[in-house]
């Protein structure tokens, strides 16, 4: 049998009827076409794939039970090392990650595993956990709290819960999922995916408490007080960055983290049974080339705006969003307007009429490796919109750093932590988005399994020698 050079095509929704709906775009391999792109797995003996992965998924065990089909054993086998295999087999970035070396990708296209992790995932979705049922019957070790339930904090108090320990998240919004719910559009992530998938970390004894603010409704040192062993800090960068330019303040400028909750967490996608206000006009401003900027941009193209732009200051070369979501952006009719950067914005009676940009071209490599963009002199022109939509990043929330004594943070905000993870405080450990800033779902995943096995450590030693 010949070896199939290219990945196996994943149906998607049509553009021209997804950018009227908020249905998930691709609909996901049927178990033949996962079969067949099982078959495309070189079993190699050494799996460069695992170690690309953040959270060590033993993939090429679970192609091989897939490719058997045994979508229980590959299932039973992601979930080993990863507690959220819906989820990642959506947002993960695999194309940096496990498919970037991928042995298969040397000379053809890699084996789609993102693609082959969503159908296991999605297969055993509704199938009833026993094995989570029977961890949950032995709890028996120390509290754990968890503070943040998104996919740092599911993630680590999943793994504490499965060694036994009583693990409680707090979750200061109304629901959990963090970004998962209120960041990643419906498009791109089911609501009922998610669901499913934190049902699961439920069922393995996990207590999870919303509306508790930690730093506000209740404190560190009061969870300490309530008999709670060790804490994992796991609160996101949830406060959006701005450009600091003229203009910003005016009705119709929007943080992409204000305008994707407005849509995802109060349903604004669901309009008009859901009244959410979400008032875009038909020309939007999208400044910032990343995965948030194109689900802002996208969303928008939903919610009727004839006219999307990414306004980017660097090249297409150095846009840090997925190559399918830009993809999936310009199938949609997102206009890009690249090595353009924002100056200023204006406003007639208070509300955004027009932004001025400067063009850029690039110069010498920054600290990041990419090139550094520079303005061109007397370059400036002016694009008239309706809404401009600011998705530069995120920083932490200092809510909760501002009122713990002794937890130590660095310049920007972040919690600094040593190589277990472990803070100032004693008890105390951090990671993902609250220690690294912004960055992907699977890193902060494997962020929660690293903090989950430095507290299992901590609390069977009882010894600390946390970031002083």
Same mark, same amino acid.
């Given at each position: 049998?010949?070896?199939?050079?290219?990945?196996?095509?994943?149906?998607?929704?049509?553009?021209?009827?997804?950018?009227?709906?908020? &249905?998930?775009?691709?609909?996901?391999?049927?178990?033949?076409?996962?079969? !067949?792109?099982?078959?495309?797995?070189?079993?190699?003996? $050494?799996?460069?794939?695992?170690?690309? %992965?953040? =959270? !060590?998924?033993?993939?090429?065990?679970?192609?091989?039970?897939? $490719?058997?089909?045994?979508?229980?054993?590959?299932?039973?086998?992601? &979930?080993?090392?990863?507690?959220?295999?819906?989820?990642?087999?959506?947002? %993960?970035?695999?194309?940096?990650?496990?498919?970037?070396? %991928?042995?298969?990708?040397?000379?053809?296209?890699?084996?789609?595993?993102?693609?082959?992790?969503?159908? =296991?995932? /999605?297969?055993? #979705?509704?199938?009833? !956990?026993?094995?989570?049922?029977?961890?949950?019957?032995?709890?028996?070790?120390?509290?754990?709290?968890?503070?943040?339930?998104?996919?740092?904090? #599911?993630?680590?108090?999943?793994?504490?819960?499965?060694?036994?320990?009583?693990?409680?998240?707090?979750?200061?919004?109304?629901?959990?999922?963090?970004?998962?719910?209120?960041?990643?559009?419906?498009?791109?992530?089911? $609501?009922?995916?998610?669901?499913?998938?934190?049902?699961?970390? *439920?069922?393995?004894?996990?207590?999870?408490?919303?509306?508790?603010?930690?730093?506000?409704?209740?404190?560190?040192?009061?969870?300490?007080?309530?008999?709670?062993?060790?804490?994992?800090?796991?609160?996101?960068?949830?406060?959006?960055?701005?450009?600091?330019?003229?203009?910003?303040?005016?009705?119709?400028?929007?943080?992409?983290?204000?305008? #994707?909750?407005?849509?995802?967490?109060?349903?604004?996608?669901?309009?008009? /049974?859901?009244?959410?206000?979400?008032?875009?006009?038909?020309?939007?401003?999208?400044?910032?080339?990343?995965?948030?900027?194109?689900?802002?941009?996208?969303?928008?193209? *939903?919610?009727?705006?004839?006219?999307?732009?990414?306004?980017?200051?660097?090249?297409?070369?150095?846009?840090?969003?997925?190559?399918?979501?830009?993809?999936?952006?310009?199938?949609?009719?997102?206009?890009?307007?690249?090595?353009?950067?924002?100056?200023?914005?204006?406003?007639?009676?208070?509300?955004?009429?027009?932004?001025?940009?400067?063009?850029?071209?690039?110069?010498?490599?920054?600290?990041?490796?990419?090139?550094?963009?520079?303005?061109?002199?007397?370059? !400036?022109?002016?694009?008239? =919109?309706?809404?401009?939509?600011?998705?530069?990043?995120?920083?932490?929330?200092?809510?909760?750093?501002?009122?713990?004594?002794?937890?130590?943070?660095?310049?920007?905000?972040?919690?600094?932590? /040593? /190589?277990?993870?472990?803070?100032?405080?004693?008890?105390?450990?951090?990671?993902?988005?609250?220690?690294?800033?912004?960055?992907?779902?699977?890193?902060?995943?494997?962020?929660? $399994?690293?903090?989950?096995?430095?507290?299992?450590?901590?609390?069977?030693?009882?010894?600390?020698?946390?970031?002083?």
């Amino acid at each position: 049998m010949a070896l199939q050079k290219k990945k196996t095509e994943m149906r998607n929704q049509d553009p021209t009827e997804r950018i009227n709906n908020f &249905k998930e775009v691709p609909y996901g391999y049927n178990k033949e076409e996962a079969i !067949n792109e099982a078959e495309r797995c070189l079993q190699c003996p $050494k799996s460069p794939c695992v170690n690309g %992965c953040p =959270v !060590n998924v033993p993939i090429p065990d679970f192609i091989k039970a897939l $490719k058997k089909g045994k979508i229980e054993e590959a299932n039973d086998i992601i &979930k080993s090392k990863n507690n959220l295999p819906a989820i990642c087999g959506r947002v %993960c970035p695999q194309e940096s990650q496990c498919e970037k070396v %991928c042995v298969m990708g040397a000379k053809n296209e890699p084996v789609a595993i993102g693609r082959l992790e969503r159908f =296991v995932a /999605d297969s055993m #979705l509704d199938k009833v !956990n026993t094995s989570a049922d029977a961890v949950a019957d032995k709890v028996s070790k120390e509290k754990v709290a968890v503070i943040g339930a998104g996919p740092a904090g #599911l993630t680590a108090a999943a793994d504490l819960a499965k060694e036994g320990y009583q693990v409680t998240i707090f979750e200061a919004l109304h629901d959990t999922g963090g970004v998962l719910r209120y960041g990643i559009p419906e498009f791109r992530l089911p $609501k009922k995916i998610l669901d499913k998938e934190v049902e699961s970390v *439920r069922a393995l004894g996990v207590d999870i408490r919303v509306n508790v603010i930690v730093g506000k409704s209740v404190t560190i040192d009061e969870l300490f007080a309530e008999d709670y062993q060790a804490i994992f800090i796991g609160t996101g960068a949830g406060l959006p960055r701005f450009m600091n330019i003229p203009g910003e303040n005016l009705n119709g400028v929007y943080s992409a983290n204000e305008f #994707l909750t407005r849509v995802n967490l109060m349903k604004a996608y669901k309009y008009p /049974d859901y009244r959410t206000p979400v008032k875009i006009g038909n020309r939007v401003a999208v400044i910032g080339a990343g995965n948030v900027a194109m689900d802002s941009a996208r969303t928008a193209r *939903r919610l009727g705006a004839d006219e999307v732009v990414i306004v980017y200051r660097r090249s297409e070369e150095e846009m840090p969003a997925r190559d399918e979501e830009i993809e999936h952006a310009r199938e949609e009719g997102v206009i890009f307007k690249l090595l353009n950067n924002p100056v200023k914005i204006d406003g007639q009676e208070g509300r955004v009429f027009s932004m001025e940009c400067i063009k850029m071209e690039l110069g010498d490599e920054d600290d990041s490796g990419r090139r550094r963009p520079v303005p061109i002199e007397g370059s !400036n022109w002016t694009m008239e =919109v309706d809404t401009v939509i600011v998705a530069i990043g995120q920083t932490p929330n200092p809510l909760l750093t501002s009122n713990t004594e002794n937890l130590k943070t660095e310049s920007w905000g972040g919690i600094m932590v /040593d /190589d277990r993870l472990a803070t100032s405080r004693e008890g105390v450990f951090a990671g993902g988005d609250i220690v690294t800033g912004a960055a992907t779902v699977i890193q902060a995943m494997g962020a929660g $399994k690293k903090a989950a096995r430095s507290i299992i450590d901590y609390l069977t030693s009882k010894e600390w020698s946390g970031k002083n």
